[in-house]
């Protein structure tokens, strides 16, 4: 079962961070084959889920770890879902991204020795 998921921050707030994708604590611990799922915090501020199916691209050749990787791989559909998210997320590399009635209203700074204790405690949201 994924243990982070990604997001692709395209918000202004985001300043020297925007464009990139940082990891965050997984919302959903239990998504289907491990995936790492996808989010995107849009230019206008939502986060919106980035919906997939999973399908089997193994081969006769493949073995062991590749054939399991191969059989379960995630594919994005092109949908997308507004998780009209409330709350803050830590993301990262950039901090905590706050979210009030699902829009981005601030992305807070971390200060290098606690990005780092996060990060080793496991603590993307």
């Known amino acids: ?3 982070f998921d990604e997001v692709l921050c395209n918000h202004d707030l985001f300043g020297e961070h925007k464009g990139e994708r940082q990891r ?4 959903n ?13 849009t230019p206008s501020g939502r986060l919106e889920f980035l919906e997939y199916v999973v399908e089997d691209h193994s ?12 059989k379960f791989t995630m594919v994005l559909t092109g ?3 507004d998780m009209n998210y409330h709350g803050s997320l830590r993301l990262s590399a950039s901090g905590r991204a706050k979210f009030i ?4 209203v601030a992305v807070e700074s971390q200060p290098k020795e606690r990005e780092s204790e996060s990060e080793a405690a496991g603590e993307y949201s």
Not at 59 to 70: C, I, P
């Open 1 to 3: 079962m994924g243990l």
């Open 24 to 27: 965050m604590k997984s919302m």
């Open 29 to 41: 611990p239990f998504s289907g084959a491990g995936a790492r799922e996808q989010y995107e915090i």
């Open 59 to 70: 081969d006769s050749t493949s073995e062991g770890l590749d054939l399991l990787s191969k």
């Open 79 to 81: 949908k997308r879902r």
């Open 101 to 104: 009635d699902g829009t981005l």
